[in-house]
């Protein structure tokens, strides 16, 4: 039996992917380093499908149809390089290898050229929801040449998540398009936990409200513009008692968060692009501040004697009515500030489309994380509205679409007002403030940067444009300080 394509690295991404290829028909050749993850995959699972055992990459290979497709799950980074070594002898031209890892798109970008020299397909995959989604069906962002999409798609849209019966994957674009947009959908995803963690601090530090009630409160906000699986489960979170000491998991947990990579290279990215992707980074920067803990116990001790913020806000917002005002507020300001988010990463898509020279299709891109993907949210089908117009006629940032022009209009007062509150009673909140700084930035007719570039141009003869004319010019500051044409 010749199988349609093959797995290697049995993890369980890998295995949960092969499964569901099996499950929709394929037949899967399975293969591990160690013989012993593919048994047990087999043991437990074989009943899914149609699957090929294998023991070394040779007998994978030699068991597959052609085009061969193999599909590499193993950890970003070195291991990807050592299995495609290990690969490229045993292919022949016009064999397909996929990664469907987390990997960095300059890997997939180089390695995509490299294998393109040596005919064979490189196709750099992004699969978004984790262990549940690539079971049931992810959200797939393939990259790699089109030619190869024309074989590999249609398996790829089998296996992915359905919106309305249409599948969450299509083709992006060449070479690491496909883990950049994934990249990119990171990137949210963080700035989407942060802005979630930023109003259930918030809520608890200022309005006094715990994390069984906010519970209660996400699961409100989950039938609101905000409805989405990150408020879905943040609810679930929140009401999970710690089965030790009987409290609220939230507060037993170290308030620590870690990060695999993926966030930071979109904010890295970001700067190289010049997109100002503020609310990802910011999020990223939180994560990193969160972990200093050394620093912040020294730091708790030092800057907090003597202030007693909390306890005044707690009076502020004491009052049955005041505490609902202020979560209608925080939901408002969650939403303007995840609108951001939202408008950014589309923002630095573009940039990046243009620096890498791929042709991204944000409405396309938006439909793919309506369903499978960890941001899947409702806001996502109308960000496609926004986009379903000719290039040209596509709004220039999302928040100029009419709908979302029209939502932060209605968000605003409350945004300020609780960016605010924020910073009146010490509460951090880096993303709801640094979007609404983001979001001021875009509407302002002058920024502060004419005078970044005077003393640029006093400092290093940096020079300058004119508002009033064309051309670059230079103030002669230690001179008799005219200006001269540059
Ligand atoms: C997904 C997730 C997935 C993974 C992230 C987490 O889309 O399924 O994004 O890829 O959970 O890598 O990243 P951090 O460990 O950096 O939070």
């Known amino acids: 039996m ?18 569901n290829l099996a499950r929709n028909g394929y037949t899967v050749a399975l293969h591990n380093r160690s013989v012993a993850r593919t048994d047990a995959l087999l043991q437990a699972h074989g009943g899914d ?3 090929v055992r294998t023991e070394t990459l040779t007998e994978l290979v030699e068991s597959l149809e052609r085009p061969r497709r193999v599909l590499i799950m193993v950890q970003a980074g070195a291991p990807v390089d050592s299995v495609i070594a290990d690969l490229v002898p045993l292919l022949d031209d016009g064999d397909i290898i996929i990664d469907g890892g987390n990997s960095f798109y300059e890997e997939t970008r180089r390695r995509e050229e490299s294998l393109r020299a040596q005919n064979l397909h490189f196709v750099g995959v992004g699969v978004s929801g984790g262990e549940e989604g690539a079971l049931n069906g992810p959200s797939i962002m393939p990259g790699g040449s089109k030619e190869s999409y024309d074989t590999l798609g249609p398996m790829l849209e089998k296996i992915s998540a359905k919106y309305n019966g249409e599948p969450c994957c299509a083709w992006i674009d060449t070479d690491g398009a496909g883990h950049y947009v994934k990249m990119v959908h990171n990137g949210i995803e963080y700035a989407d936990m942060q802005v979630i963690g930023e109003a259930f601090d918030l809520m608890r530090s200022l309005a006094g409200i715990e994390p069984r009630e906010q519970a209660g409160v996400f699961r409100e906000w989950n039938t ?10 943040t609810a679930e979170v929140l009401e999970q008692e710690d089965e030790v000491t009987g409290r609220p998991l939230v507060d037993v947990v170290l308030d620590s968060a870690g990060q695999k990579g993926t966030g930071r290279w979109t904010a890295i990215s970001g700067l190289e692009v010049g997109s100002p992707v503020t609310a990802i980074a910011e999020s990223v920067f939180a994560r990193s501040i969160s972990s200093q803990r050394e620093l912040r ?25 005041d505490r609902q005002d202020f979560v209608e507020d925080v939901r408002k300001a969650l939403y303007a500030s995840k609108l951001v988010a939202y408008a950014q990463g589309l923002d630095m898509l573009v940039a990046a489309g243009e620096e890498f020279g791929w042709d991204l299709d944000l409405k396309a891109i938006a439909s793919l994380w309506r369903a499978g993907c960890i941001i899947r949210a409702d806001l996502l089908d109308t960000i496609m509205k926004a986009y379903d117009a000719p290039k040209d006629q596509q709004p220039k940032n999302l928040l100029l679409a009419p709908e979302f022009n029209e939502a932060i209009n209605e968000c605003l007062p409350a945004w300020r007002r609780v960016v605010a509150a924020a910073a009146t009673y010490g509460v951090p909140a880096p993303v709801f403030s640094s979007s609404l700084s983001y979001y001021d930035s875009l509407r302002r007719d002058r920024l502060p940067a004419a005078l970044t570039q005077g003393l640029r141009d006093y400092f290093g003869a940096h020079t300058y444009q004119r508002v009033d004319k064309e051309g670059t010019f230079h103030t002669q500051w230690s001179g008799d300080r005219s200006e001269i044409d540059a």
Request: aromatic share 8%; glycine share 10%.
């Open 2 to 19: 010749s199988a349609h394509i093959g797995v290697t690295g049995l993890a369980v991404m890998g295995a949960n992917l092969a499964r």
């Open 49 to 51: 499908g149609d699957f």
């Open 224 to 233: 609101t513009d905000l409805a989405s699986y990150l408020i879905e489960i």
């Open 297 to 321: 116990a020294v730091t708790n001790a030092t800057f907090s004697a003597g202030i007693d913020e909390t306890l005044s806000a707690t009076e502020k917002y004491g009052s049955a009515e």
